[in-house]
């Protein structure tokens, strides 16, 4: 998740593995240093939040 201020949230990417989500986060912090990004772990196992298109996350770096 990307922490946005205002306690506000944004889905980045969802994974099955820890492991993929913490090479990711790596790519993200090196990419956009200057963001705060998150590992979130749903234990509920709804797929509910909306994921984010290639463009939105474009336009965020």
């Not at 306690?7 to 993929?20: I, S």
């Not at 990419?31 to 336009?59: C, H, N, W, Y």
């Amino acid at each position: 998740m990307r922490q946005l201020p205002n306690m506000q949230r944004l889905v980045v990417a969802r994974f099955h593995r820890r492991g993929d989500a913490e090479g990711y986060i790596q790519i993200l912090r090196r990419l956009v240093p200057a963001t705060k990004q998150a590992i979130v772990f749903d234990t509920t196992g709804a797929e509910k939040l909306p994921e984010v298109r290639s463009t939105q996350m474009d336009r965020m770096l």
